[in-house]
């Protein structure tokens, strides 16, 4: 099994900063990528961003480019989100997920950590 917990959220001002923080314990040791997605209220869970967990390549939602970076301290099992120049429409609930080698997806997610940006 693997538990997912992210950390970091909270409120802040439009054009502010905010860096989630996301970690993975148990069955880690095939982890293949890991995640971060986001639900606002009344909207469908979207993509943010993603990182390969063996070459740390990643992509983002064409929505955050430029302003969000995902990175990884493998060591840690950790994964950040750093995220600047946030806008209100940023506000949402943030998923870290997690997918192993031979998963279709990502099959293990955490409980989410609010973030809300206030214009």
């Known amino acids: 099994q693997v538990h997912v917990v992210e950390s970091g959220g909270g409120l802040v001002q439009a054009g502010d900063s905010l860096r989630l923080s996301c970690v993975a314990s148990?069955?880690?040791?095939?982890?293949?990528?890991m995640g971060w997605f986001r639900q606002a209220p009344g909207t469908e869970r979207e993509f943010v961003a993603a990182i390969s967990w063996a070459v740390g390549s990643t992509s983002y939602a064409d929505s955050v480019k430029g302003r969000f970076t995902i990175s990884r301290d493998n060591a840690k099992n950790t994964v950040y989100l750093q995220m600047i120049s946030l806008k209100p429409e940023d506000t949402a609930v943030y998923f870290c997920?997690?997918?192993?080698?031979?998963?279709?997806?990502?099959?293990?997610w955490g409980q989410g950590t609010q973030v809300t940006v206030s214009s």
């Open positions: 997920a997690l997918r192993r080698d031979g998963d279709s997806s990502y099959v293990y």
């Open positions: 148990g069955r880690t040791f095939s982890t293949n990528a």
